[in-house]
């Protein structure tokens, strides 16, 4: 089992920054890739950014590449989004998931944390 904690979702305005943190506890020495999704009221969930636990292969969404960073903290056991340039249509709910093996599901997900960017 593992379980996921996100924190550093709030309110900020357009253009602002926000740095989402999930902190990863018990079998975290078998994630093989640590995953952020979204999901705004009204629409499916959507794939933000992923990255394999040590920090190799940052994989970007279109919609947020080149304004987000993903990176991992294996001495902490979290992985952090940062979000910057953000824009209104960046609010939603952002998740953390872990998937435990290669082309396997996610299997373990955080209970999300709302971010809201006013215009």
């Known amino acids: 089992q593992v379980q996921l904690v996100e924190s550093g979702g709030g309110l900020v305005q357009a253009g602002g920054s926000l740095r989402l943190s999930c902190a990863a506890s018990?079998?975290?020495?078998?994630?093989?890739?640590m995953g952020w999704f979204r999901q705004a009221p009204g629409k499916e969930r959507e794939h933000v950014a992923t990255?394999?636990?040590?920090?190799?292969?940052?994989y970007y969404a279109d919609s947020v590449k080149g304004r987000f960073i993903i990176s991992t903290d294996n001495e902490k056991n979290t992985v952090y989004l940062q979000m910057n340039s953000l824009k209104p249509e960046d609010t939603a709910v952002y998740y953390c998931?872990?998937?435990?093996?290669?082309?396997?599901?996610?299997?373990?997900w955080g209970q999300g944390t709302q971010v809201t960017v006013s215009a």
């Open positions: 018990g079998r975290t020495f078998s994630i093989y890739v």
């Open positions: 998931a872990a998937q435990m093996r290669p082309y396997g599901s996610y299997d373990y």
């Open positions: 990255i394999r636990w040590n920090g190799d292969m940052p």
